[in-house]
């Protein structure tokens, strides 16, 4: 009996193991359906080239010498928060801090918004970790759901109401 379609191709890949497991390129052994994989690779390979395109819209960006409000240059809106109360938001001045980090004003980001700066090294940091994440096959799911991402948010969420403490007691 001639094998045809699916057992053929099933032939194939059992050949093609073994030769891999023969010439020791077991990393070439594929496990798994193709487009699970792609999909769970796709985030490692969008960070770099999103941190990348923000990285180059805080270089274009202008920061703001009072310390906010660098947003408008990109056509947002001002912050109703800071129109409505007179005291900044949470986020009042991240921009503008992330804006003065990508021109290297390590000093003035710090000074305009902490957790800005922090930010822009997060993200830095995030390009090379996407590219080994991407080339060891770790799975994105298992960052998200790994007890360290939980405790990763609640510093983050943490820094991030301590610097807007900082941006309302330094705020003129």
Known sequence: ME????SQRRQGLKEAQRACQ???????LYKGNQREKAIEASPFVFVPILVSGLIGVGRYLE???AGHGTHVQLGLPPCFFLQLTG???PSCGLTTSFAHAAHF??????ATQPFGLLLFFLLILAIPLSIYALI????????IDS??????VYLLTALYLASWVYKLRTFS
Request: hydrophobic letters at 30%; glycine letters at 8%; aromatic letters at 16%.
């Open 22 to 28: 023969k010439t020791g390129f077991t990393h070439l």
């Open 147 to 152: 007890r360290g991402a939980t405790w990763t």
């Open 3 to 6: 094998k045809t379609g699916f």
């Open 105 to 110: 004003h390590f000093a003035e980001a710090l």
């Open 87 to 89: 005291y900044p938001c």
């Open 63 to 65: 920061p703001s010498p």
């Open 136 to 143: 060891r096959r770790v799975s994105w799911q298992s960052l």
